[in-house]
């Protein structure tokens, strides 16, 4: 998926704020990047896929807490419960803080634990909330947002960065052995760099009594413009990494700061996503053997679909042809054949009344149905019957019996109703 990578400045109130973006058509090649105002940042498109900001290093700080058991919802960036643990970091880190908590946006690992100390990150969150306005104020809709270092990158690794007032430095330092890591983001100075990675059995210039085997296997990376002051710094050779690729790579980093105040737009960030998806599904030319595939096998089902429907169509096509074809060898006199069935039930019993045999719409056809199904003891008090039609007058049934008479007339071919203490009876009901 392609990917725009924004990263906010940290004077964003100035006329001349400049935002270093890149874009990166699979998340691993960098294909362009400029640091430009805000109005000069590319458009999004359909194709542009998803925008990506990174929080600074500088603007982020890093804070370790424990968790009481049972503070983690079940789903971490929800509203719900957001609100709950939310106040739990409030308390926790209100010492911890510079700021008032409640001016802070803060943001947990990704996959949290309450068994073992989680990180938390923390910035100003008129700040974020500026960048991001500015930002959506473009037409740029964000999908995610990184921090620029994670603890996994700077894991064995110290970054010497350009800024307008100097070089930068970020690491990871121990001041109390293995186990409390703390990171370091400041000016790169000579003490910084003692306390990051200290020389090989060397002086550090400005630290007296400085001997401290360096950490081995630590990288010493750094942007080309300050490659030749780290090396100076730290006594040793750097790895050049330019500015671009290292936002890429924060890009691709599972943290997400869109957490408490800013989870609700989780919802329109996976549909964006889910469309994104699509959209690259439907014209991505890697995509091209699925969608094919796709099509063939919506083909085959409709089609198969259609044989299905057109074989069950014959079937009852054919049983009609042979209900009518009972009715007319039975009745060869009827003229037209419109309901086979019910027309099969009224000659049937025609016959039955001209040949003197009770039939089942007859009056004492429908008097033996209405007992068979009336509760035991039912007596009407008058009984007409005139046209085909049975009136029955008599005591009130209980809802029960009423529903139940009515349900075995129906199904015995008679239409059954009750009106104001009156049956009514007569043929054409369903069997």
Wanted: aromatic fraction near 4%; include cysteine.
């Amino acid at each position: 998926m392609t990917q725009l990578i924004i990263s906010l400045p940290l004077d964003l109130a100035s006329p001349a704020a400049l935002f270093d973006y890149v874009q990166s058509p699979d998340g691993r090649a960098v294909t362009a990047h400029a640091s430009v105002p805000l109005a000069l940042l590319p458009a999004q498109t359909e194709r542009q896929g998803e925008v990506v900001v990174v929080v600074p290093a500088r603007a982020l700080s890093w804070h370790q807490v424990q968790l009481p058991q049972g503070s983690l919802p079940r789903q971490l960036l929800g509203e719900r419960r957001g609100g709950r643990l939310r106040a739990i970091l409030d308390g926790l880190l209100e010492d911890q803080l510079l700021d008032d908590p409640s001016q802070c946006h803060l943001a947990l690992q990704p996959q949290p634990v309450t068994s073992a100390p989680v990180w938390v990150l923390a910035c100003a969150r008129a700040w974020l909330d500026a960048g991001l306005k500015a930002l959506a104020q473009a037409g740029l809709v964000v999908a995610r947002i990184v921090p620029e270092f994670t603890l996994q990158s700077l894991d064995g690794a110290v970054f010497v960065t350009e800024r307008p007032t100097g070089a930068q430095v970020a690491g990871l330092w121990a001041p109390r052995g293995p186990g409390s890591d703390a990171v370091l983001v400041c000016p790169l100075t000579p003490a910084m760099a003692f306390m990051l990675v200290p020389p090989d059995a060397a002086q550090v210039p400005g630290i007296a009594g400085a001997e401290t085997p360096a950490p081995a296997g630590v990288r010493l990376v750094a942007e080309p413009a300050v490659a030749a002051l780290a090396e100076q710094m730290f006594q040793r050779p750097v790895q050049i990494e330019q500015r671009a690729q290292r936002l890429l790579q924060a890009a691709q980093s599972p943290w997400d700061l869109a957490q408490f105040e800013l989870a609700h737009a989780g919802r329109s960030r996976r549909g964006k996503q889910l469309a994104q998806g699509l959209a690259s599904l439907a014209r991505a030319p890697q995509w091209r053997a699925a969608r094919w595939s796709l099509a063939l096998l919506v083909l085959v089902n409709v089609l198969g679909l259609n044989a299905l429907a057109w074989r069950e169509q014959s079937r009852l096509d054919a049983q009609r042809q042979q209900i009518r074809a009972v009715l007319t060898d039975t009745f060869p006199k009827l003229p037209v054949v419109v309901d086979a069935p019910l027309q099969m039930a009224r000659e049937v019993a025609v016959l039955q009344r001209t040949r003197g045999n009770a039939a089942g719409t007859d009056l004492e056809g429908m008097l033996a149905s209405f007992s068979a199904l009336a509760q035991q003891g039912y007596v009407p008090d008058t009984i007409e019957y005139a046209a085909n039609e049975l009136r029955l007058t008599g005591p009130a049934m209980p809802a029960t019996a009423t529903e139940q008479v009515l349900g075995g007339l129906a199904s015995r071919g008679l239409k059954a109703s009750l009106q104001g203490g009156q049956w009514l009876l007569a043929p054409g009901g369903a069997p």
